[in-house]
């Protein structure tokens, strides 16, 4: 069974770094057949793409966002983990972080599992 | 960055319903191209992907199809837990995108 699980703050101070962990099981993130992104969701708005991460450590970043964004795998701990820097009120949203995966015939599927997701605020 | 539209922004349907929801790409994705439902306070659940391949578990009530830069997304006799919010997003090209969403609601 595949389940992923965010944790991190709740509330931020602006101009603070944001530290977020995703923990997955179910699947191994040690190869380019497996992903691991993050997508954010402000309060009553769209979804929003933010990072992602493969197994052979490529890594790919919104390019709005990219200069305040870290990610990063622990594979011993199956977790990756997200930083963002200088946090402004704007970021205040529910951070989702989801799997992909490498189809048999060579192509990725989209996001097919996510977590549940953790509402962090920006404020002080 | 590809632009993702979707189309109607709210819908008001009726239990027993067939609605279609469209999606536009502001430049061709291929079949790369996803759709999700979120209910209120839950993750997206992944419904398609590749325009047209239903994700495994999902009811057959659901259809999608188009390519290039339209996409649509059919639902078949409405019940009560598909009204929820129905977002595209295309893959073929990073940064991946999202539609702005469409409100599926009781009339």
């Known amino acids: 069974q595949i389940t992923l699980k965010e944790s991190g703050p709740t509330l931020v101070k602006p101009t603070q770094s944001l530290t977020l962990t995703c923990t997955f099981s179910?699947?191994?993130?040690?190869?380019?057949?497996?992903?691991v992104g993050w997508i954010r969701q402000p309060p009553g708005k769209a979804l929003e793409w933010l990072a992602l991460i493969y197994g052979d450590d490529d890594r790919r970043f919104s390019p709005s966002l990219q200069s305040r964004l870290t990610i990063t795998r622990d594979t011993f701990n199956s977790q990756v983990v997200l930083t963002m820097t200088s946090v402004d009120p704007a970021d205040t949203a529910t951070y989702f972080c989801a799997r992909r995966r490498r189809l048999r015939d060579g192509s990725y599927t989209p996001w097919i599992s996510w977590g549940l997701g953790t509402l962090v605020s920006v404020s002080s | 960055d590809i632009q993702m539209t979707q189309s109607p922004s709210t819908l008001s349907a009726s239990v027993g319903d067939r609605v279609t929801i469209t999606c536009r790409a502001s430049?061709?994705?291929?079949?790369?191209l996803a759709w999700y439902q979120q209910q209120p306070g839950k993750a997206p659940k992944l419904l398609i992907y590749k325009a047209s391949i239903l994700e495994s578990g999902v009811p057959s009530k659901f259809s999608g199809g188009g390519f290039g830069t339209e996409f649509t997304l059919t639902i078949n006799s409405l019940q009560s837990d598909d009204f929820a919010t129905y977002y595209c997003q295309q893959y073929n090209s990073y940064p991946f995108t999202f539609g702005q969403g469409t409100r599926l609601e009781i009339q």
């Open positions: 430049q061709s994705v291929g079949r790369w």
């Open positions: 179910g699947f191994s993130l040690t190869t380019n057949e497996e992903g």
